[in-house]
């Protein structure tokens, strides 16, 4: 990434002239380098100096300039990635990529392919993402939406990125629960806590094996299994996602678990009485106050059950652990990170929390009384490939309105549709190709269809750079997503890519009596495809070839 080596540059300048005694000894900050917001600032801007305005006793404009200097005289290979750079008030250093760079970088991602983009900065660490973990208490609803493509999305991000990653869901199925007693009152006809239409026809379904039992808590487990079953077929099939791990809570019972993580946490003398309930010394571990573990009925508290799962996710070997929950469990968070640090968990737990949605139009998809609105709901409505990028198109942490109108319109107006169509007239335009004799199948590129970079050196108007610039940051959207997993930031990439692609067709006729003008384009059009596709892929999207 040439991010990466502006970077490099920049940190290795400012070493050089630490040992000629130009600048002093100081630990040198982060580095950062940005796109500037508007073009006349260049294509990358770093405001490195005027982080080290205190450090080395100068103006950030005359720091500036020593280093614009070294670059342009060190053998930092600066003309085979720069035309130019400046340096502004109040002491922003502004690089311009050269011609020369971004036509090759056509090559460049017509021979990676698919593999255009691929990070080596997750090292194989071994990542775990927990994601959806819905109760088993009835259909995924709307809200879980949030959470379900999120997780997906991030994990394939995450895994072009380098890291090892396994995608796990949690189901909260013990006959201990309270939530898996009353669904089974619920199935004895002793309440109707969870009672709606779908639940009705399960129980009636369960009818003869229901009269048999009269625990409440079997009789959940029984109809929860069944939930369960209908739900993971729903993800698997309709939703495309594909989990690694499927983890009962049961098994943290059936294995002792729970009761293990108790014994020790007790002989670690963490864990006190106190009103006939016990308590764990979570307030040592940095949360405002001690939380209970059992419950005066004997019962353990989620908090313990919880700090039993990571431990069994520890013990597997996760470096780096992801949870994903839902809003309601905000409070939850440091109670948990407290256990992690009671466990001596070395490794990152990042715990992100799905915020608030709502839907805004849409008759049919109106609230009924007592029900909720489903997600499969959602999706036949509007087609799995419109749902997850209005889902993905919002940061996780702020609340979303969902604009059914908008998620059905089949024009510009439709994001989705805008950039799906960006693609498909390319693969128009690829097939119109057998008539200038630029064949053309799979990608794959034969003996009439070759990367020559005399041919790719045509490629110099101003949409037709613009376009490769945009290509180019796809490997940069994938190294800032796995860092900060701001998801939202890669469907934005796919409007912006498609925008650039759009306005390059607008402005540049591909096919043309010109051939080598046309061989440039289309191998241009050609890499624009793949760095599509393979956005769209990181996010669940289809890559259509005909709309």
Not at 195 to 217: A, F, P, T, V
Request: glycine share 6%; hydrophobic share 35%; net charge positive.
């Amino acid at each position: 990434m040439i991010r990466e080596e502006i970077k490099k540059m920049i940190e290795k300048s400012i070493k050089e002239l630490q040992k000629k005694g130009v600048f002093p000894k100081f630990k040198i900050p982060e580095i950062s380098v940005e796109h500037p917001e508007e073009e006349i600032h260049g294509d990358y801007a770093s405001n490195t100096a005027m982080q080290m305005t205190k450090s080395v006793k100068k103006t950030p404009i005359e720091i500036a300039k020593i280093l614009k200097d070294k670059f342009q005289v060190s053998g930092f290979r600066f003309q085979e990635f720069f035309e130019g750079v400046e340096v502004v008030k109040p002491g922003f250093i502004n690089f311009f990529i050269s011609e020369d760079y971004l036509q090759k970088q056509v090559g460049e991602i017509l021979k990676e392919k698919e593999k255009f983009g691929e990070l080596k900065i997750g090292k194989g660490i071994k990542t775990n993402i927990e994601f959806i973990s819905a109760n088993p208490t009835g259909p995924l609803h709307i809200g879980n939406g949030r959470g379900a493509f999120f997780g997906d999305s991030l994990a394939n991000v995450l895994e072009k990125a380098g890291f090892k990653v396994v995608r796990e869901y949690y189901i909260n199925n013990t006959k201990e629960s309270s939530q898996i007693k009353e669904l089974g009152k619920t199935a004895l006809g002793k309440g109707k806590s969870y009672l709606n239409d779908y639940l009705k026809s399960k129980i009636q379904h369960l009818k003869s094996k229901i009269r048999k039992i009269k625990d409440e808590g079997k009789a959940g487990y029984l109809l929860a299994q069944e939930i369960q079953k209908d739900n993971e077929n729903f993800i698997g099939k309709k939703l495309k996602i594909k989990f690694d791990v499927w983890f009962s809570e049961n098994k943290l019972y059936k294995k002792s678990k729970i009761k293990k993580i108790y014994n020790w946490l007790k002989r670690k003398n963490l864990v006190y009485k106190k009103e006939e309930a016990e308590w764990l010394r979570t307030k040592k571990f940095g949360v405002s106050k001690n939380e209970v573990i059992i419950r005066q009925s004997g019962e353990p508290t989620y908090l313990l059950s919880d700090i039993a799962y990571h431990k069994d996710k520890f013990e597997r070997g996760f470096l780096k652990i992801i949870d994903i929950w839902g809003a309601d469990h905000q409070g939850h968070i440091p109670k948990m990170k407290a256990g992690a640090k009671i466990l001596g968990y070395k490794g990152d737990l990042d715990i992100l929390i799905t915020q608030i949605i709502r839907l805004k139009g849409g008759k049919k998809l109106s609230k009924r009384k007592g029900e909720i609105i489903t997600l499969e709901e959602l999706v036949k409505e509007i087609s799995l490939d419109v749902t997850r990028f209005f889902y993905l198109t919002k940061s996780l942490n702020t609340q979303m309105e969902f604009d059914l109108d908008l998620a059905k319109e089949k024009s510009e107006k439709n994001p989705v549709y805008y950039v799906q169509y960006a693609h498909a007239r390319i693969c128009s335009i690829l097939r119109k190709c057998g008539n200038f004799q630029f064949p053309i199948s799979n990608f794959q590129i034969n003996s009439k269809f070759q990367i020559l970079n005399s041919k790719l050196r045509l490629l110099k108007h101003q949409s037709e750079l613009s376009l490769i610039k945009e290509l180019i940051r796809f490997p940069e959207i994938i190294e800032d997503t796995a860092e900060d997993y701001q998801v939202q930031r890669i469907p934005q990439y796919a409007i912006d890519l498609a925008t650039s692609f759009h306005q390059f067709y607008r402005d540049c006729r591909v096919l043309s009596k010109d051939k080598k003008l046309t061989e440039a384009r289309l191998n241009l059009i050609l890499a624009t495809k793949i760095v599509l596709k393979n956005t769209l892929g990181l996010i669940g999207i289809s890559a259509p070839e005909k709309m």
